[in-house]
């Protein structure tokens, strides 16, 4: 028999909903800052007769060899451009981490929903906790190594952004420019790392909601020293 939705938000004054709640939050924070990541890098080339300045742009999902830009060809006329090509596909860690986010966000929200308006049914049987358990513990793994791939990911996505590195081909007449700010991409990794801390604390509080915390933990008998009924 179904049970009808009722809402109850004593849940969230518990570290179990408090703690999904902030998952929800940081998690949003996460996918977010990835994204919707949309950068450029510059570069000043110095022909005899002028001076271009270059901007390339990229973003996620950071296939950076399908982001061209114009290079202006100082040995021929003014006019003509030569069409050159950022290197590097990232696209795979990044897109790992923006899905571990959404479907992180989709699993609290529904878990949430569970909390507030099913808690009878969530603490009616071990089944709950139990499979609560066993999904909470797998995004943290999910968190662990998606953030560590994305981290290095990062890492050399600065590198192939850097305009140090792009201007090493044509030093004579190339100065590099602003550096690419990439500060949410910075936010987004410090977010994946607090998702797994947070992800990997909260099995904690569902493990005492399932049945193997409870049998570890018997209450005590008139045998074992507790106080007899009254």
């Known amino acids: 028999m179904v049970s009808a939705f009722s809402l109850d938000l004593g849940p969230l004054k518990e570290p179990l909903g408090f703690i999904r709640v902030l998952e929800w939050v940081f998690t949003i924070f996460a996918f977010a800052t990835t994204g919707g990541y949309s950068g450029t890098t510059h570069f000043k080339v110095t022909c005899p007769d002028t001076s271009k300045d270059v901007v390339a742009v990229f973003g996620y999902p950071f296939r950076l060899s399908k982001h061209p830009y114009m290079v202006p060809a100082c040995n021929s006329s003014s006019s003509t451009f030569n069409t050159t090509y950022l290197q590097g596909d990232f696209s795979s860690s990044a897109e790992f981490f923006v899905c ?131």
């Open 100 to 230: 571990v986010g959404v479907f992180g966000f989709l699993y609290c929200t529904a878990t949430l929903i569970l909390y507030l308006g099913y808690q009878n049914v969530y603490r009616q049987t071990s089944r709950g906790p139990v499979i609560d358990l066993v999904v909470t513990a797998a995004f943290a793994f999910l968190w662990l190594v998606s953030s560590s791939a994305w981290g290095k990911g990062l890492t050399d996505v600065k590198w192939a952004t850097n305009p140090k590195h792009l201007v090493a081909q044509c030093t004579n007449i190339c100065k590099p420019g602003e550096f690419p700010s990439m500060g949410r991409l910075n936010a987004s990794v410090i977010f994946g790392f607090l998702n797994l801390i947070l992800w990997a604390g909260n099995c904690w509080f569902i493990y005492k909601e399932t049945p193997f915390h409870k049998d570890a933990n018997p209450p005590a008998t008139v045998e074992e020293g507790g106080a007899p009924a009254p």
